[in-house]
T-cell receptor, first 112, second 115 residues
Framework: QKEVEQDPGPLSVPEGAIVSLNCTYS??????FMWYRQYSRKGPELLMY????GNKEDGRFTAQVDKSSKYISLFIRDSQPSDSATYLCAMSRDNYGQNFVFGPGTRLSVLP | NAGVTQTPKFQVLKTGQSMTLQCAQDMNHNSMYWYRQDPGMGLRLIYYSASEGTTDKGEVPNGYNVSRLNKREFSLRLESAAPSQTSVYFC??????????????FGDGTRLSIL
């Protein structure tokens, strides 16, 4: 079993829809949870990170962590065509980059 | 502000050939990383350098070597390329602090095909 599981998609939604992206994990030692966005032919860029269970909001994006279920989510409200990208979840038991574990990514298309 | 620059962007090699992937960052970061990205696998860490003068193996180091040339530059070398090393290679850099996540800044990748 992989440490981090993520549905690869592709996921297609109409512009303005609410998007839900999810990851599950198996290592209960994970404490830091991150979401990266990766446009085609580009490197990943950090969108959001959280340290604990609960919700964290940043503009149209909300990250949610449920440690009891080992489940994290990223919600995108009022989705835009510019949100079309691959979204990678990542997690770590500490804040040292060498211990990050990345999910395979979910490819999202927002159709105008 | 260039951030993390990787060269070359594309490369095709024959099995057994060697090559070096170059990476440079201009953000004065202490830590640098090399990842490979394969379909369905996610990013996997090959090697990292926590600070100038140090390098350590990551999850998938076999077949690779690295050099931290100075604080700015971190290169990845394939001594004898194999088809299994066909992948997209990303270099990243970050700061390390005692508390909180410091984002890793990624380059745009080198797409490497080995025939």
């Amino acid at each position: 079993q992989k440490e981090v599981e993520q549905d690869p998609g592709p996921l297609s939604v109409p512009e303005g829809a609410i998007v839900s992206l999810n990851c599950t994990y198996s290592n209960s030692a994970f404490q830091y949870f991150m979401w990266y966005r990766q446009y085609s032919r580009k490197g990943p860029e950090l969108l959001m990170y959280t340290y604990s269970s609960g919700n964290k909001e940043d503009g149209r994006f909300t990250a949610q962590v449920d440690k009891s279920s080992k489940y994290i989510s990223l919600f995108i409200r009022d989705s835009q065509p510019s949100d079309s990208a691959t979204y990678l979840c990542a997690m770590s038991r500490d804040n040292y980059g060498q211990n990050f574990v990345f999910g395979p990514g979910t490819r999202l298309s927002v159709l105008p | 502000n260039a951030g993390v620059t990787q060269t070359p962007k594309f490369q095709v090699l024959k099995t057994g050939q060697s090559m070096t992937l170059q990476c440079a960052q201009d953000m004065n970061h202490n830590s640098m990383y090399w990842y490979r990205q394969d379909p369905g696998m996610g990013l996997r860490l090959i090697y990292y350098s926590a600070s100038e003068g140090t390098t350590d193996k990551g999850e998938v180091p076999n077949g690779y070597n690295v050099s931290r040339l100075n604080k700015r530059e971190f290169s990845l070398r394939l001594e004898s390329a194999a088809p299994s090393q066909t992948s997209v290679y990303f270099c990243a850099s970050s700061e390390i602090f005692l508390r909180g996540i410091q984002p890793q800044h990624f380059g745009d990748g080198t797409r490497l095909s080995i025939l």
